[in-house]
Every structure is written in C-alpha cells, then in structure tokens.
C-alpha cells in the first residue's frame, strides 16, 4: 500500500447563493442562503487519496479557535484519514 502524506493549507469555503447580482465595489447585497465547507488544497488531496485506497495523513495548520475545532472534528470522522498531524 502506497502511503502519502498532504502538507498543505486548511481553510474555509463559504458559498453564498441566490445573489440576484454580483455587488458593486464598496457596496453589500444580502444573500438567502450560505454555507461553509472544510477547503483547502492539503485537505482536498488528502481525502481524494485517502479514497482511492492509500494509506494517507494529512498534516496542516489548524487555529484553536470554534471553526477550527470543527474541522478537527469533520475531519477526525473520516476513518480512513490519519490525522494525527494536525
């Protein structure tokens, strides 16, 4: 089994949808719905690879604060990703 180890950066995607228009510079428009997602480069490789049958870990900077407390969490669910470098 290969194993493979993804160093990368873990952020936050967060998708705003039904926007009726893109705003102007220096303006705000409400959206109706959001959503955030676990993102980055270092976790979208590690998942991709830890899916197709490799031993993977991931190792990658996470803050202490409430959002990165709950990617420690999402991601400490996946079985079949080590994540003891976080």
Do not use: H
């Not at 228009?21 to 955030?36: A, L, Q, R």
């Not at 190792?59 to 990165?68: F, L, V």
């Amino acid at each position: 089994m290969t194993k493979i180890i993804s160093i990368g950066n873990t952020c936050l995607d967060l998708i705003l949808r039904y926007v009726d228009e893109v705003p102007d510079w220096g303006t705000e428009k409400f959206c109706k719905e959001s959503e955030s997602r676990l993102a980055g480069q270092g976790v979208n490789f590690a998942i991709t690879a830890a899916k197709l049958s490799n031993k993977t870990f991931i190792a990658s900077n996470i803050g202490n604060d409430q959002i990165g407390r709950n990617f420690k969490s999402e991601l400490n669910q996946l079985s079949f990703l080590d994540t003891r470098f976080l």
